[in-house]
């Protein structure tokens, strides 16, 4: 079972910058769909950002100009990279392999206005 660790979030205020990691412990980012989610309290998880298995990125509106995914495959990670943090962007913040139905255990991200 390959495993899926975050870490980079944290507190800050708005317009503040974070920039979130994800590591696989196996080298699966080079060919597979990579993409990080949000949930909020009490809201459903919703698609941030996604790199497809082609190269192609997409980003959910809400985030577009502010957010940037990228991947590392030599060191089987991805970040999100947050600028212009708005406390709306205030969530947990996972990383997924879709195809393969891998999520990491999380990580906070909370903005204060």
């Known amino acids: 079972q390959v495993q899926l660790v975050e870490s980079g979030g944290g507190s800050v205020q708005a317009g503040g910058s974070l920039r979130l990691s994800c590591v696989a412990s196996?080298?699966?980012?080079?060919?597979?769909?990579v993409a990080w989610y949000r949930q909020a309290p009490g809201k459903q998880r919703d698609m941030v950002a996604i790199i497809l298995s082609t190269g192609a990125i997409n980003y959910a509106d809400s985030v577009k100009g502010r957010f940037t995914i990228s991947k590392d495959n030599t060191k089987n990670t991805v970040y999100l990279q947050l600028s212009s943090l708005k406390p709306e962007d205030t969530a947990v913040y996972y990383c997924?392999?879709?195809?393969?139905?891998?999520w990491g255990q999380g990580t906070q991200v909370t903005v204060s206005s």
């Open positions: 997924t392999v879709p195809r393969m139905n891998y």
């Open positions: 196996a080298r699966i980012f080079s060919v597979n769909t």
